[in-house]
């Protein structure tokens, strides 16, 4: 089976960066295409950045020109750049991603989540 690991978030001040990166895990898995979302305390959840299977990215506008999602299909890995950080910015984020694995088998798949917390 499939399992996305999370790494990167923590406590970070206003203005600051930081890295969010989610692993693939399964010797024969493969990240197709990927994205990341949060949800802020009282808030629903929100789509955040997306990278497709051609590598075309979309934001949310909240995020443009401060975020940055990318992959590296060769290590399984999603990222998510952020840099100019705003206490707004305060949720858990998650990854998602489409992965194929094993023998023709294909699914979505989301990790357990990351805590980013911006203080001001």
């Known amino acids: 089976q499939v399992q996305l690991v999370e790494s990167g978030g923590g406590l970070v001040q206003a203005g600051g960066s930081l890295r969010l990166s989610c692993v693939a895990s399964?010797?024969?898995?493969?990240?197709?295409?990927g994205g990341w979302h949060r949800r802020a305390p009282g808030k629903e959840r929100e789509m955040v950045a997306t990278?497709?299977?051609?590598?075309?990215?979309n934001y949310a506008d909240s995020v443009k020109g401060r975020f940055t999602v990318s992959r590296d299909s060769a290590k399984n890995v999603l990222y998510l750049e952020m840099a100019s950080l705003k206490p707004d910015d305060t949720a858990v984020y998650y990854c998602?991603?489409?992965?194929?694995?094993?023998?023709?088998?294909?699914?979505?798949?989301w990790g357990q989540g990351t805590q980013v917390t911006v203080s001001s």
């Open positions: 998602n991603a489409g992965v194929t694995y094993g023998r023709n088998n294909n699914g979505a798949f």
């Open positions: 399964g010797s024969t898995s493969r990240l197709v295409y």
């Open positions: 990278i497709s299977q051609t590598g075309n990215t």
